[in-house]
């Protein structure tokens, strides 16, 4: 059965820094790429980083200030999050989906797997 679980959310000030954690089970890392999402309240589901076989993706909001990265021996993916802003504040969202092209990696309607999402709220 495949299974992902999201963590690491919670409250930080802005500049703060969090790291998240999508644990994989069912299925080897190696053979799909994980996307991380987020939604705020009233917006819609954005795509704000992808990880595959030799690539890594991000969406511009985010680039220099997050990074993805994985542990293939713990099959989980992580997004470290830096130099927070209020508008990074969502709930984050991590999915699988088959190895995408880049111009593919931010649509929602190609990840047939979801975690539960985490919370993210960036304030003082």
């Known amino acids: 059965e495949v299974q992902l679980q999201a963590s690491g959310g919670g409250l930080v000030q802005p500049g703060g820094s969090l790291r998240l954690s999508c644990a994989a089970s069912?299925?080897?890392?190696?053979?799909?790429?994980i996307g991380w999402f987020r939604q705020a309240p009233g917006k819609e589901r954005e795509g704000v980083s992808y990880?595959?076989?030799?690539?890594?993706l991000y969406a511009d909001s985010v680039k220099g200030r997050f990074t993805i990265s994985r542990d293939n021996a713990k099959n989980t993916v992580y997004l470290q999050m830096n130099s927070l802003k209020p508008e990074d504040t969502a709930v984050y969202y991590c999915a699988r989906s088959p190895r995408l092209i880049s111009s593919l990696w931010r649509a929602p309607s190609n990840y047939a797997y979801w975690g539960q999402g985490t919370q993210v709220t960036v304030s003082s």
């Open positions: 990880i595959a076989v030799g690539r890594k």
């Open positions: 069912g299925f080897a890392l190696d053979d799909h790429g």
